[in-house]
Protein backbone atom coordinates (compact mmCIF):
# COMPACT_ATOMS: atom_id res chain seq x y z
CA UNK A 1 0.00 0.00 0.00
CA UNK A 2 3.45 2.48 0.90
CA UNK A 3 3.93 1.98 -2.51
CA UNK A 4 0.67 2.74 -4.61
CA UNK A 5 -0.59 6.68 -4.98
CA UNK A 6 -4.36 7.55 -4.87
CA UNK A 7 -3.85 7.69 -8.57
CA UNK A 8 -2.84 4.27 -9.46
CA UNK A 9 -5.09 2.71 -6.83
CA UNK A 10 -7.91 4.00 -8.99
CA UNK A 11 -6.26 2.96 -12.30
CA UNK A 12 -5.58 -0.62 -10.83
CA UNK A 13 -9.22 -1.23 -9.36
CA UNK A 14 -10.84 0.32 -12.63
CA UNK A 15 -8.38 -1.73 -15.04
CA UNK A 16 -11.18 -3.99 -17.18
CA UNK A 17 -11.01 -7.14 -15.77
CA UNK A 18 -9.17 -6.93 -12.92
CA UNK A 19 -11.34 -9.06 -10.62
CA UNK A 20 -8.62 -10.99 -8.56
CA UNK A 21 -5.93 -8.80 -6.92
CA UNK A 22 -3.21 -9.17 -4.63
CA UNK A 23 -1.83 -6.79 -1.90
CA UNK A 24 1.07 -7.01 0.38
CA UNK A 25 -1.01 -6.10 3.78
CA UNK A 26 -0.18 -5.23 7.19
CA UNK A 27 3.41 -5.98 6.84
CA UNK A 28 4.79 -4.34 9.82
CA UNK A 29 3.16 -1.80 12.06
CA UNK A 30 5.16 1.04 10.48
CA UNK A 31 2.83 0.61 7.81
CA UNK A 32 0.09 1.92 9.83
CA UNK A 33 2.12 4.68 11.35
CA UNK A 34 2.78 6.25 7.54
CA UNK A 35 -0.99 5.57 6.65
CA UNK A 36 -2.10 7.56 10.57
CA UNK A 37 -0.11 10.30 10.20
CA UNK A 38 2.48 10.34 7.18
CA UNK A 39 5.05 9.85 9.57
CA UNK A 40 7.60 6.65 11.14
CA UNK A 41 10.35 4.06 9.48
CA UNK A 42 9.21 4.24 5.54
CA UNK A 43 10.05 7.91 5.80
CA UNK A 44 13.95 6.69 6.04
CA UNK A 45 12.96 4.24 3.45
CA UNK A 46 12.15 6.85 0.68
CA UNK A 47 14.69 8.80 1.71
CA UNK A 48 17.14 6.54 0.72
CA UNK A 49 15.24 5.46 -2.63
CA UNK A 50 15.61 9.73 -3.35
CA UNK A 51 11.67 9.67 -3.06
CA UNK A 52 9.82 12.33 -2.79
CA UNK A 53 6.65 12.23 -0.66
CA UNK A 54 5.86 15.68 1.22
CA UNK A 55 2.54 15.28 -0.70
CA UNK A 56 1.56 12.85 1.44
CA UNK A 57 -0.43 13.98 4.77
CA UNK A 58 -1.69 10.91 6.39
CA UNK A 59 -5.39 9.54 6.33
CA UNK A 60 -5.75 9.57 9.47
CA UNK A 61 -6.64 5.53 9.41
CA UNK A 62 -4.66 3.02 9.06
CA UNK A 63 -3.77 1.17 5.92
CA UNK A 64 -6.20 -1.22 5.35
CA UNK A 65 -8.59 1.29 5.99
CA UNK A 66 -7.52 3.81 3.92
CA UNK A 67 -6.90 1.68 0.72
CA UNK A 68 -9.39 -0.46 0.82
CA UNK A 69 -12.60 1.37 -0.52
CA UNK A 70 -10.59 1.76 -3.98
CA UNK A 71 -12.04 -1.51 -4.48
CA UNK A 72 -14.93 -2.80 -5.54
CA UNK A 73 -18.03 -5.54 -4.96
CA UNK A 74 -16.84 -7.57 -7.87
CA UNK A 75 -13.56 -8.14 -6.65
CA UNK A 76 -11.34 -10.49 -4.52
CA UNK A 77 -9.18 -8.77 -2.50
CA UNK A 78 -6.33 -11.56 -1.65
CA UNK A 79 -4.21 -9.90 1.74
CA UNK A 80 -0.72 -11.29 2.24
CA UNK A 81 1.28 -10.73 5.46
CA UNK A 82 -1.53 -9.25 7.94
CA UNK A 83 1.26 -9.40 10.60
CA UNK A 84 -0.20 -5.98 11.83
CA UNK A 85 -3.75 -6.95 11.51
CA UNK A 86 -5.60 -6.09 14.73
CA UNK A 87 -9.34 -6.18 15.83
CA UNK A 88 -9.54 -2.79 15.70
CA UNK A 89 -9.04 -3.22 12.00
CA UNK A 90 -11.85 -5.83 11.50
CA UNK A 91 -13.94 -3.60 13.75
CA UNK A 92 -13.78 -0.96 11.76
CA UNK A 93 -14.32 -2.36 8.27
CA UNK A 94 -17.12 -5.22 9.34
CA UNK A 95 -20.45 -4.58 8.14
CA UNK A 96 -21.80 -8.44 7.93
CA UNK A 97 -21.54 -11.69 6.09
CA UNK A 98 -21.77 -12.62 2.16
CA UNK A 99 -22.21 -16.28 1.93
CA UNK A 100 -19.05 -18.29 1.18
CA UNK A 101 -18.80 -21.44 2.82
CA UNK A 102 -20.24 -22.61 6.62
CA UNK A 103 -21.28 -18.90 6.60
CA UNK A 104 -17.25 -18.17 7.20
CA UNK A 105 -16.86 -15.41 4.71
CA UNK A 106 -17.48 -11.97 5.11
CA UNK A 107 -16.95 -8.80 3.03
CA UNK A 108 -15.71 -6.06 4.82
CA UNK A 109 -16.45 -2.33 4.37
CA UNK A 110 -19.29 -2.28 3.19
CA UNK A 111 -21.83 -3.46 0.59
CA UNK A 112 -19.41 -1.94 -1.91
CA UNK A 113 -16.46 -3.37 -0.63
CA UNK A 114 -14.61 -6.19 -2.06
CA UNK A 115 -14.24 -9.80 -0.51
CA UNK A 116 -11.30 -9.98 1.36
CA UNK A 117 -8.91 -13.73 1.50
CA UNK A 118 -6.50 -13.24 4.04
CA UNK A 119 -3.24 -14.98 3.07
CA UNK A 120 -0.51 -16.16 5.24
CA UNK A 121 3.27 -16.91 4.62
CA UNK A 122 4.39 -17.58 8.30
CA UNK A 123 7.58 -19.05 7.51
CA UNK A 124 8.48 -15.64 5.55
CA UNK A 125 7.00 -13.25 8.08
CA UNK A 126 9.88 -15.20 10.50
CA UNK A 127 12.17 -14.47 8.22
CA UNK A 128 11.69 -10.76 7.99
CA UNK A 129 10.47 -9.75 11.58
CA UNK A 130 10.55 -13.11 13.43
CA UNK A 131 6.84 -12.11 14.00
CA UNK A 132 3.38 -14.50 12.89
CA UNK A 133 -0.15 -12.86 12.42
CA UNK A 134 -2.35 -13.47 15.27
CA UNK A 135 -3.78 -16.01 13.50
CA UNK A 136 -6.35 -17.02 16.56
CA UNK A 137 -7.93 -13.46 15.64
CA UNK A 138 -8.45 -13.97 12.67
CA UNK A 139 -10.17 -17.27 13.11
CA UNK A 140 -12.47 -15.77 15.42
CA UNK A 141 -13.52 -12.78 13.57
CA UNK A 142 -14.86 -15.50 11.03
CA UNK A 143 -12.10 -14.38 8.14
CA UNK A 144 -11.58 -16.59 5.12
CA UNK A 145 -7.72 -17.59 5.38
CA UNK A 146 -5.84 -18.99 2.80
CA UNK A 147 -1.76 -20.04 2.20
CA UNK A 148 0.96 -18.67 0.88
CA UNK A 149 5.09 -18.75 0.69
CA UNK A 150 5.78 -15.08 -0.56
CA UNK A 151 9.13 -15.78 -2.56
CA UNK A 152 12.79 -16.82 -2.32
CA UNK A 153 13.29 -13.52 -1.36
CA UNK A 154 11.88 -14.11 2.50
CA UNK A 155 11.75 -17.66 2.18
CA UNK A 156 14.30 -20.99 2.70
CA UNK A 157 11.49 -22.80 0.11
CA UNK A 158 8.36 -22.46 -1.22
CA UNK A 159 6.28 -25.19 0.28
CA UNK A 160 2.71 -25.18 1.96
CA UNK A 161 3.40 -28.33 3.97
CA UNK A 162 6.42 -26.34 5.54
CA UNK A 163 3.87 -23.10 5.79
CA UNK A 164 1.47 -25.57 7.75
CA UNK A 165 3.72 -27.27 10.22
CA UNK A 166 4.79 -23.68 11.26
CA UNK A 167 1.18 -22.60 12.07
CA UNK A 168 0.58 -25.81 13.99
CA UNK A 169 3.12 -25.64 16.29
CA UNK A 170 3.17 -21.87 16.70
CA UNK A 171 -0.92 -22.37 17.40
CA UNK A 172 -1.36 -25.82 18.80
CA UNK A 173 -5.42 -24.55 19.13
CA UNK A 174 -6.06 -24.48 15.39
CA UNK A 175 -7.34 -28.19 13.52
CA UNK A 176 -5.28 -29.70 11.03
CA UNK A 177 -8.99 -30.04 8.90
CA UNK A 178 -9.05 -26.28 9.15
CA UNK A 179 -5.30 -25.98 7.87
CA UNK A 180 -5.38 -28.15 4.55
CA UNK A 181 -8.76 -26.38 3.63
CA UNK A 182 -7.04 -23.05 4.00
CA UNK A 183 -4.01 -24.79 1.70
CA UNK A 184 -7.08 -26.23 -0.65
CA UNK A 185 -10.08 -25.09 -1.30
CA UNK A 186 -10.18 -21.72 0.21
CA UNK A 187 -6.83 -20.71 -1.56
CA UNK A 188 -8.77 -22.25 -4.72
CA UNK A 189 -11.72 -19.77 -4.20
CA UNK A 190 -9.64 -17.02 -3.65
CA UNK A 191 -8.11 -17.31 -7.18
CA UNK A 192 -11.46 -17.99 -8.52
CA UNK A 193 -10.89 -21.45 -9.52
CA UNK A 194 -12.68 -23.33 -6.88
CA UNK A 195 -15.04 -25.23 -10.30
CA UNK A 196 -12.00 -26.74 -11.37
CA UNK A 197 -9.30 -27.09 -8.55
CA UNK A 198 -9.41 -27.00 -4.58
CA UNK A 199 -11.94 -30.26 -3.14
CA UNK A 200 -12.87 -33.54 -4.76
CA UNK A 201 -16.56 -33.16 -6.89
CA UNK A 202 -18.05 -34.76 -10.11
CA UNK A 203 -15.92 -32.66 -12.74
CA UNK A 204 -13.41 -31.25 -10.95
CA UNK A 205 -9.84 -31.84 -11.54
CA UNK A 206 -7.94 -31.21 -8.64
CA UNK A 207 -4.31 -32.52 -7.69
CA UNK A 208 -3.65 -35.22 -4.95
CA UNK A 209 -1.14 -35.29 -2.49
CA UNK A 210 -0.10 -37.79 -0.18
CA UNK A 211 0.90 -36.60 3.78
CA UNK A 212 3.41 -39.01 5.40
CA UNK A 213 5.35 -39.89 8.53
CA UNK A 214 2.42 -37.64 10.04
CA UNK A 215 2.18 -37.86 14.29
CA UNK A 216 -1.41 -39.20 14.79
CA UNK A 217 -3.64 -36.01 13.89
CA UNK A 218 -1.36 -33.97 13.59
CA UNK A 219 1.62 -33.14 10.80
CA UNK A 220 5.01 -33.22 13.18
CA UNK A 221 8.06 -31.62 12.08
CA UNK A 222 8.79 -34.92 10.56
CA UNK A 223 5.71 -35.02 8.18
CA UNK A 224 6.46 -35.22 4.19
CA UNK A 225 4.38 -34.75 1.05
CA UNK A 226 4.57 -36.42 -2.03
CA UNK A 227 2.27 -35.67 -5.26
CA UNK A 228 0.43 -38.52 -6.54
CA UNK A 229 -1.98 -36.64 -9.40
Known sequence: PYSVSSALFRLVA???????LTIHNHEAEAENEFYLSGKGDFLRLYQQMGLDVSFFKGTGKRSLASYLPYFYRNQSLILVHNVATGEEDLRALARGGAGGAGGTEKRWGGAGGPTLYF???PNANRYISDRLPDVGML???GCTIV???DSLASNHQLSILEEIKTLEQAFPQLDLASL???ATYNGARALQLDGMLGSF???K???VVLIGNMEGRRLGAGATVRRLV
Not at 14 to 20: A, I, L
Open 201 to 203: APG
Open 180 to 182: LQW
Open 147 to 149: MGT
Open 14 to 20: GFPGNHV
Open 139 to 141: VRN
Open 205 to 207: QPG
Open 119 to 121: CLC
